[in-house]
């Protein structure tokens, strides 16, 4: 099984103070990253679940709305 990779924010020790304060400046990012993004975001969500259940059933999808110029 292929283990997907995550995105890391590695930091060093922070006082409670300092902490509160990155997570203040990251769930401002994420609102306006979801203000900026959210339905295109949601509809890409919708298809990785769909395509996640084929794939657990042994079925091949192809997601024709993609970009034919992409590099891949």
Not at 11 to 29: I, M
Not at 32 to 61: C, S, V
């Amino acid at each position: 099984m292929t283990r997907r990779r995550h995105a890391q924010l590695h930091l060093p020790p922070l006082s409670a103070r300092d902490a509160l304060a990155v997570v203040a400046v990251l769930e401002r990012a994420i609102a306006a990253i979801e203000r900026a993004h959210g339905n295109g975001m949601r509809e890409l969500r919708e298809m990785q679940q769909l395509e996640d259940r084929a794939r657990r059933r042994g079925l091949t999808t192809y997601n024709l709305d993609a970009d034919p110029n992409a590099d891949f």
